[in-house]
């Protein structure tokens, strides 16, 4: 894990050299992805063709997969998860700093029109992307890394990010809570 973390650093550095934030918060997203795919579920490619409309969508990249001049990646915001499409004839100078210094785990910005793939999956094809947080340690593998329930409870951030089914629990919780405050409140009720 060490030498994972060791390789980060230095493409955090490689960022730097370019001249780019490796923790940048100026990116701000127009659309959630199940927004996305809410709006263009049932279109055929040509519907999907003529839709003007420009997404930016940020989220952590949960699976990577590069094939040279091409890549597809999986970005995972607080409604869902999107998959992205990112080539270097439309990205140039943007996909040479993806191809080097992206990870699993990265938070991303990634910005263009839907597509759908050839296996028929809604993407977005990237026209912008930049990394907005570059992540250090590596995430856990899902299966082995959080089978431990001592480490789950320790470490709930971990969890949150590998399992969506604990995250959904904690969502479900705070929205339970804040109606029962919101109940309380309405009624005079002080919270000590």
Known sequence: MDEQAEQRRKKVQKLRERGLN??????CPSHLSAEVLAAHQGQSDPELEACPTRYRIAGRVMALRSFGKAAFIKVADRAGLLQAYLARDLLGEEYEVFRECADVGD?????????????????????RFRILTKNIRPLPEKWHGLADVEIRYRQRYLDLVANPEVRRTFELRARLVAGIRRFLDERGYLEV
């Open 22 to 27: 490796p923790y940048a918060n100026d990116f």
């Open 107 to 127: 938070i991303v910005g990634v910005e263009g029109p839907v597509m759908r793939t050839r296996t028929g999956e809604l993407s977005i094809k990237a026209s």
